[in-house]
């Protein structure tokens, strides 16, 4: 962070100063976590489902921190009276408009991320990418929700000449939310999924919510989605006010996969750019990550880089941890995909385990957030292990659904295993892997399989 000061922390949260203090002192970061607070800095006081921020004010005094942000309807004591406080209808809300306001002092490009499935790898595609010519801001991990996508525009500082944003959700208005404060010039959608199918209904309601990216759009900004994906094909007949590319493996997209070789580790892929066909590699395997690159590739040709820039840039990607990290032991390989799950990543993880000529094991927990449509996405999930695995193990409560889908499907009983728990599991894990197996480990992240992932990675 570059700074704000005083007066412009009152400005930009329409807040109201309830201490004596100069309005021209500056704070360096913004936090909303009382243990990082220190001099230089402003404590915003959120209130969160668990904890309230407002209990933890004065433990941030004491460590030193000089600036309060806290809502005024909040009665607490505070200690030290030479401090700076500010008081505030909704902290927030306040945290968002401060953001906002610290995001226009940059006249740079902002790309907006989302999707059902695959975000945080486009997210991190893009920003390889574009770093090949550009200095480029992006997400910290899973910092994608009203809280995290302001503490990622806190990072901006006068270097930075690119930002990617990635946009999570889970029911509508929440990407409107996030697009107001970032007010993207290029929005991306990887696709429409049954994540968060619970909250919002059905596909419709997601490709809804999901197309609030757009907020604030007009004949200037750019929307990048997966013409191959059915709800965002229909876009392509649309009167849109702003202008759309589309990628995908269909020829009728702006640019499209002709072909592509996929070893344990990278692809090498042709595709269709302005008519002419370019070769790309990336490292990191999975046909949806060929999709993943394609939107990059739309973004680095946005931004005025060459095709060897864009080259480059996807050459050099790195993927969040957690997400397909392939880890070889001596007797074992492991691909450790636990950070989230849906019908769509789910498959595509275990196409990728089909590829494997070892004994192929998948250790699959329940996907959560399906509501009514959990046992439909679980025997989805099954319906893809079909071909692609010779044995099965399943974790949790709908996880059952995948087991059954398997034995109708004829799939040898001695071969599936269920498990209610993580924990029981891992009691009988060593009797069911064996030497030389490739172990996929896949599940929503509430399943907390990265114990099945460290107890294999013994």
């Known amino acids: 962070m570059e700074y704000l000061t005083i007066k412009e922390l009152i ?7 309830v201490s004596k203090c100069n309005e021209e002192t500056v704070v360096n970061d913004i936090v909303i976590d009382s243990r990082k607070a220190s001099e230089d800095n402003a404590f915003v006081a959120i209130v969160g489902e668990n904890l309230d921020g407002h209990n933890f004010i004065n433990l941030a005094i004491n460590q030193g921190c000089k600036t309060i942000i806290k809502n005024k309807d909040n009665n607490i004591e505070i200690e030290n009276k030479e401090i700076n406080v500010i008081e505030v209808d909704n902290t927030e809300i306040a945290l968002g408009d401060i953001a906002r306001f610290y995001k226009n002092k940059f006249e740079i490009p902002f790309i907006a991320v989302t999707g059902s499935v695959g975000k945080t790898t486009t997210r991190d595609m893009v920003h390889s990418t574009i770093s090949a010519k550009y200095n480029s801001l992006k997400n910290v991990g899973n910092l994608n929700n009203q809280f995290g996508v302001p503490l990622t525009l806190f990072n901006l500082n006068k270097e930075h000449e690119c930002a990617v944003i990635e946009m999570g959700m889970s029911g509508f208005n929440e990407i409107e939310y996030l697009a107001n404060i970032v007010n993207p010039q290029i929005g991306i959608i990887s696709n429409i999924g049954y994540s968060h199918v619970e909250h919002l209904g059905s596909r419709e309601g997601i490709f809804k919510a999901k197309m609030e990216i757009t907020t604030n759009f007009d004949e200037n900004s750019l929307l990048i989605v997966n013409g191959d994906d059915d709800c965002l094909k229909t876009l392509k007949n649309q009167d849109l006010v702003y202008k759309l590319r589309t990628f995908g ?27 002419k066909k370019e070769e790309f590699f990336i490292p990191t395997v999975g046909k949806h990550n060929i999709y993943n690159a394609m939107a990059a590739i739309l973004v680095g040709i946005n931004l005025n880089m060459t095709i060897e820039e864009i080259k480059n840039g996807l050459k050099n990607f790195q993927c969040t941890k957690n997400r397909l990290d392939i880890i070889k032991r001596d007797n074992i390989t492991i691909i450790d995909s636990v950070y989230n799950a849906s019908i769509d ?13 070892t004994r192929r094991v998948a250790i699959l927990g329940d996907m959560f957030e399906m509501g009514e449509f959990a046992e439909f996405g679980h025997r989805q999930v099954g319906k893809a292990a079909l071909g692609n695995v010779d044995v099965v193990i399943s974790i ?63």
């Open 11 to 17: 400005l930009a949260s329409e807040g109201q100063l």
């Open 345 to 357: 990543s789910m498959s595509a993880a275990l196409n990728i385990l089909g590829r494997y000529e």
């Open 249 to 275: 493996f269909e020829k009728d997209n702006d640019i499209y996969c002709e072909s592509f070789e996929m070893n344990e580790e990278s692809i090498n892929f042709v595709a269709i750019v302005d008519g």
């Open 396 to 458: 949790g409560d709908d996880s059952k659904f995948i087991i059954k889908e398997l034995k109708e499907n004829n799939m040898s009983s001695e071969n599936l295993y269920y498990f209610a728990t993580k924990e029981e599991a891992i009691e009988n894990l060593d009797k069911i892997i064996k030497e030389n197996d490739t172990i996929l480990v896949k599940a929503s992240r509430g399943m907390h399989l990265e114990k099945v992932v460290e107890h294999l990675n013994k």
